[in-house]
């Protein structure tokens, strides 16, 4: 009778331990791939500031608010491994919390419901999160007003507007005033209520009245350079590809060059390694001893060949300045090459004849 209870204490615990087995071995094959990509084709209009992808920060955090991966877009991985459940992904180019010239702040958070056993791909939507305002001064206002100074004021903080001032002062969305500081007062010449994504720009004056009246301030909006609502698209139809300093406007991703086969276009990526025909799934990022080709990726950690595009590097100008056994250096570096789009180079998809480049 003893016996017979051992063994079968032994074999609930031999059953007990091979439910335990199955059981991770099974939540092992029930979690979901979480990837991300950016839609480039939703960056909005900020004049010329177009942001570099590769520095944008990105942060993924469960529901419980952990954070899974914090850091550079360009730095993070393809893929995460991740059990079932809600995640939170945000991207954002910079941070950004005062007026500010020159700092458009593009970004885009999202909820992803990753299921069990599947691969979710958040395709994130980087457009203009602030605003902006463009003063552009007439040629009379500093002569009305040589020791005036022009502020762009958001709550409590001020920025200094120069009359030869060209750039764009970005704003948080909300209330933004325009003060006109002279003869030891402030002025307020107007308040206005901007939006997320609206450019606004004044033209600012001196309006003559007539020669008993005198002369005042003039603020218009001018409405030719109201960019509300504009877009600005980068990955669009670029099929003609005008090249020129113009690669930031017709340039495709890596991932959309696959809407290109057999077209001739522009596309974006980043250098992240070579020697492609070598054996295995990875791009080669060091020691690389061929010159005719090179790979780009849409972000700089990428190595995996099947995320690559493969550009040919024909012999002359374009091998000799981009290729990476002279100019290992490269690698990471942004680039916009030129040619026709294949579905398969070095067993992945590629460019032949590369007839131009640029940084």
């Not at 939170?88 to 950004?96: A, C, K, W």
């Amino acid at each position: 009778m003893k016996k017979t209870i051992f063994l079968l204490g032994a074999l609930v615990a031999v059953l007990a331990s091979c439910d335990d087995f199955f059981g991770k071995e099974g939540e092992e094959d029930m979690k979901g791939e979480l990837r991300w990509t950016i839609d480039s084709s939703t960056l909005t209009k900020s004049a010329e500031e177009i942001p570099d992808t590769n520095d944008f920060i990105l942060s993924i955090c469960d529901s419980k608010g952990n954070r899974l991966y914090e850091g550079k877009y360009g730095d993070s991985p393809e893929y995460l491994s991740l059990d079932a459940g809600n995640y939170t992904i945000r991207l954002i180019s910079l941070d950004f919390n005062a007026p500010a010239f020159s700092r458009p702040q593009y970004g885009d958070e999202q909820l992803v419901i990753v299921p069990p056993g599947e691969s979710v791909c958040a395709k994130l939507q980087c457009t203009l999160l602030n605003a902006g305002i463009k003063l552009n001064i007439g040629s009379d206002f500093p002569t009305a007003f040589p020791d005036g100074i022009l502020y762009v004021k958001q709550e409590s903080t001020r920025l200094k507007w120069l009359y030869k001032e060209k750039r764009i002062a970005y704003v948080m969305p909300g209330a933004v005033s325009i003060i006109l500081y002279n003869e030891g007062k402030d002025v307020q010449l107007l308040t206005r209520t901007l939006k997320q994504r609206e450019i606004l720009s004044l033209n600012v004056s001196v309006a003559n009245r007539g020669a008993n009246s005198g002369s005042s301030l003039s603020v218009s909006v001018d409405t030719s350079r109201n960019w509300t609502n504009d877009s600005y698209i980068i990955g669009g139809d670029n099929s003609g590809g005008n090249g020129g300093g113009n690669e930031d406007k017709n340039a495709v991703s890596v991932a959309n060059s696959a809407n290109y086969i057999g077209k001739t276009v522009w596309v974006c990526g980043y250098i992240v390694g070579g020697d492609l025909s070598s054996s295995g799934a990875s791009v080669k990022t060091s020691g690389i001893n061929k010159d005719t080709h090179l790979a780009i990726a849409d972000r700089s950690s990428v190595t995996a060949k099947s995320s690559c595009l493969a550009v040919e590097l024909p012999k002359g100008a374009i091998r000799d300045a981009l290729n990476l056994v002279d100019h290992p250096e490269l690698i990471g570096r942004r680039v916009y090459v030129k040619g026709k789009i294949v579905d398969a180079y070095f067993n992945t998809r590629g460019m032949k004849g590369t007839n131009d480049y640029d940084f």
